[in-house]
């Protein structure tokens, strides 16, 4: 019966992964070799952009907002 305890566990590991892999913010700078490196607070996304344009497309996309 004390098998229970197991169970505890699932709910905290969302808890973490809310709070560290959150997208509040995203990056994009200018590569020394060209093209713009993009990234995001979340530190799971970064690619490599051909222009500050489609940098801003990608990370729009990355978070999931589609607005504009
Ligand atoms: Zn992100």
């Given at each position: 019966m004390s098998d229970n305890v197991m169970y505890d566990s699932p709910t905290e590991?969302?808890?973490?992964?809310?709070?560290?892999?959150a997208c509040v913010a995203q990056s994009v700078i200018?590569?020394?070799?060209?093209?713009?490196?993009?990234?995001?607070?979340?530190?799971r996304w970064e690619?490599?952009?051909?222009?500050?344009?489609?940098g801003l497309r990608l990370a729009r996309a990355h978070t999931g907002s589609s607005t504009g």
């Amino acid at each position: 019966m004390s098998d229970n305890v197991m169970y505890d566990s699932p709910t905290e590991f969302l808890h973490d992964v809310a709070s560290v892999g959150a997208c509040v913010a995203q990056s994009v700078i200018p590569h020394d070799k060209g093209g713009y490196v993009c990234a995001c607070s979340c530190e799971r996304w970064e690619v490599i952009a051909t222009s500050r344009d489609e940098g801003l497309r990608l990370a729009r996309a990355h978070t999931g907002s589609s607005t504009g």
